[in-house]
């Protein structure tokens, strides 16, 4: 089946530690986006991409970098800088323009 | 960007028709209006979009007046899967760069 997946479930971050969450899409879309949901709010745009090898900072871009080196895969890396990381992290993909955007299931960031 | 608002919470029994509005009192020309549901610790999932009158597909109707300023989804029959939170979207995101705005969402519990 299509879709996309998104690894690990679960991750853990020490202090001073950048960790990369994987992001990868089989349905040959072209956007991919990285979502960021705190408890009990909505989700908000992190980072997008509409093609290989560029992509634009969201609204949260701040302590975060990603990079598009392939049209499958979208991984963000949550860096030091992120002094707020904990959260839950949505990726998602869309085929064209004004296209419902697809889901993946979510990575659940925690700092130890 | 046009900004949405949404009741925070709707409660419903099963069997129930239930109604959500959604406020966008600026949506310009050519945004689209989409509707994605969320449960707990899971992607959201598309539902419906449409950009003028009504759509129905096999979960959900949507009504849009002819000014578009506001849109409601309309869920025949809920059950207690259908407990969610349900996000409205406006946007043309050709035009905009490839971004969505989520806002915070319609948390809707069917009640037995």
């Known amino acids: 089946d299509g879709g996309i997946t998104q690894s690990p479930k679960y991750l853990f971050r020490k202090e001073g530690q950048n960790v990369t969450l994987s992001c990868e899409q089989n349905?040959?879309?072209?956007?991919m986006y990285w979502y960021r949901q705190d408890p009990g709010q909505g989700l908000r745009l992190i980072y997008y991409?509409?093609?290989?090898?560029?992509?634009q900072k969201g609204d949260i871009a701040e302590g975060y970098s990603v990079s598009r080196e392939k049209k499958e895969s979208f991984p963000l890396t949550v860096t030091s800088a992120q002094k707020n990381p904990t959260a839950f992290y949505l990726c998602a993909s869309r085929q064209y323009s004004n296209q419902p955007q697809h889901f993946g299931d979510g990575t659940r960031l925690s700092i130890l | 960007l046009a900004k949405t608002t949404q009741p925070i919470s709707m409660d419903s029994y099963e069997g129930q028709e239930v109604n959500i509005t959604c406020s966008h009192n600026n949506i310009a020309t050519n945004d689209y209006i989409t509707w994605y549901q969320q449960f707990p610790s899971q992607g959201p999932r598309f539902i419906i979009q449409g950009y003028k009158t009504k759509v129905t597909n096999e979960v959900a109707s949507l009504f849009i007046p002819a000014d578009r300023k506001s849109s409601t989804l309309s869920l025949p029959r809920v059950s207690l899967s259908d407990t969610a939170v349900y996000y409205c979207?406006?946007?043309?995101?050709?035009?905009?760069?490839?971004?969505?705005?989520f806002g915070q969402g319609t948390e809707l519990s069917v009640k037995p």
């Open positions: 349905l040959n879309h072209d956007a």
């Open positions: 991409s509409q093609i290989v090898n560029d992509f």
């Open positions: 979207l406006v946007g043309d995101d050709y035009n905009q760069g490839g971004k969505l705005i």
